[in-house]
């Protein structure tokens, strides 16, 4: 029976060792480079990047940059920085800092809110989840006002998916805009989102027609066809419930933090050494 715990233990640490070991990138002078270090370097610098993501090219750098700190770490470990007073004070500090961290971090995971309470905020905030109102539309720009009417004067006799086709043809050949290749898509849009001239005439416009006039603004002239138009509506509660439980956690959380720091105040010993010294001044 022994001699069995024996061999168990030494497949488990074997297997503990190769999960490890799968997880090194580089050893440099005997210290290992994983890629929970790697991810932990990139993610230092943007929280939603992760190394697994980065193309070879970058991992590359990544693994180089880590190489270097390494390197740089055991040079200045042999130099004695470690060992300087003002090393040792900012090790403090920053024991502190991430000690302060850490326990926020419990706070905010042990906040809860539950779906019932982020269901009423829904459904008392429902102004606040509503679609604006949009339009899907085309446009052909050119330069000129007269390339704009001889345009319109080519489609204004067209109608429905002939109007639509002939349309997308002309944007393809005559359009000098970046969309004039996608048949002078736009996309959707809200109020507001274009220049006010364009703005003011696809908002005119019922779906399927074309404007009649061309539409001057600072880009040149434009002739717009309105594909779509789409009435406000409600984001439904399964869109937005996970941004509601977490700006609810964060809003319990803060009022937690608040609460807990005036209780430790009350509590504690505080003596303001500005204040004194002001008042010994009177």
Do not use: C
């Amino acid at each position: 029976m022994l001699k069995f715990a024996k061999t168990s233990l030494l497949t488990v640490a074997m297997m503990a060792t190769a999960l490890t070991a799968s997880d090194i990138l580089v050893t440099v002078n005997g210290k290992n480079i994983t890629k929970q270090d790697a991810e932990a370097f990139v993610n230092a610098s943007s929280p939603q990047a992760h190394f697994s993501q980065l193309d070879s090219k970058q991992q590359a750098m990544i693994k180089d940059r880590l190489i270097e700190k390494a390197l740089f770490t055991e040079l200045a470990r042999k130099e004695g920085i470690d060992k300087k007073p003002e090393f040792k004070r900012n090790m403090e500090k920053i024991k502190e800092e991430l000690l302060v961290n850490m326990w926020m971090k419990t706070q905010m995971d042990n906040a809860v809110v539950s779906d019932s309470e982020a269901k009423e905020f829904y459904d008392k905030n429902a102004d606040k989840f509503m679609q604006k109102e949009s339009v899907h539309a085309r446009h052909i720009l050119v330069k000129e006002e007269k390339d704009a009417k001889e345009i319109i004067a080519e489609l204004k006799a067209l109608k429905g998916d002939a109007l639509k086709s002939k349309f997308i043809e002309l944007a393809k050949s005559k359009s000098t805009g970046p969309s004039g290749p996608k048949g002078g898509d736009l996309g959707s849009f809200s109020k507001g989102q274009m220049v006010p001239e364009f703005s003011k005439a696809v908002w005119a416009l019922n779906v399927g027609e074309i404007t009649t006039t061309p539409v001057k603004t600072q880009f040149g002239y434009h002739v717009i066809y309105l594909e779509g138009k789409t009435a406000a509506k409600p984001t439904s509660y399964d869109q937005v419930k996970d941004k509601i439980i977490l700006s609810l956690k964060q809003k319990h959380f803060a009022g937690k933090i608040a609460e807990i720091a005036k209780e430790l105040k009350s509590k504690a010993s505080i003596v303001d050494a500005s204040s004194d010294v002001n008042s010994t001044k009177k």
